[in-house]
């Protein structure tokens, strides 16, 4: 079990650039999440995966913010013409949904994103 | 909605000192999940226990025990005989069938030597 990994961990860039993080989920995993977590906060919902269907997003969440889960394996969060409120740590989490009550989420380490 | 609630911003204790981190839920589910996790420097989040909303038997685990009470909404977090170790910020989080979670804003814990 290697656990949750992401990529990249640092991320700068300057406002109106695009940029994409990648997830890989434990991997029996079925859900994947995406949060966002801000200096002094909780992390905050983005959106879900069970599978390859995404199954919820925030209704907080920009349009200019998409996230894609292909083949039920990876996934990549997308932000469009980012803006310097995105700066945050977008972190990602998978779990086992199953009928046994458990549903804990393990997260990955998280990329720090920098909009200059 | 779902609103996760930690009263405590921060929590100083001295190393072999009892503390409790406290938390309060809302939530319209009848059945929901309740999780505590440890964010400590390095920055990723441990999970480290879990509750379910239909089992109240509180529960020990090593240095820890959580005492969850549905009449009050409360889910709240023992660490006996603190260490430094124990140092970081806690979140407790609520979550429904294994959708998404909602955190609590963390307590940060500093034990000292």
């Known amino acids: 079990d290697t656990g949750v990994s992401q990529d990249p961990r640092h991320k700068i860039t300057k406002r109106g650039q695009n940029v994409t993080f990648r997830c890989d989920p434990i991997s029996e995993h079925n859900r994947l999440y995406w949060y966002r977590q801000t200096l002094g906060q909780g992390p905050e919902f983005l959106t879900y995966?069970?599978?390859?269907?995404?199954?919820?997003k925030s209704r907080l969440l920009s349009d200019r913010f998409s996230a894609e889960r292909p083949k039920g394996s990876f996934s990549t969060l997308e932000i469009q013409r980012t803006e310097q409120g995105d700066s945050a740590m977008y972190l990602c989490a998978s779990s086992l949904a199953s009928g046994a009550g458990r549903y804990e989420q393990y997260f990955g380490p998280g990329t720090r994103l920098t909009v200059t | 909605a779902q609103k996760v609630t930690q009263a405590q911003t921060e929590i100083s204790v001295v190393e072999k000192e009892d503390v409790t981190l406290d938390c309060v839920y809302e939530?319209?589910?009848?059945?929901?999940?309740l999780f505590w996790y440890k964010q400590p420097p390095s920055g990723e989040l441990v999970f480290l226990i879990r509750?379910?909303?239909?089992?109240?038997q509180n529960e020990i685990s090593g240095r820890y025990s959580w005492n969850f009470q549905k009449s009050t909404s409360s889910f709240n977090f023992t660490i006996t005989a603190s260490q430094v170790v124990d140092s970081a910020v806690y979140f407790c989080a609520l979550s429904e069938l294994g959708g998404k979670s909602t955190f609590g804003d963390g307590t940060t814990l500093t034990v000292k030597p």
């Open positions: 939530t319209r589910d009848t059945t929901y999940y």
């Open positions: 509750r379910n909303s239909f089992d109240e």
């Open positions: 995966f069970q599978n390859e269907a995404q199954l919820e």
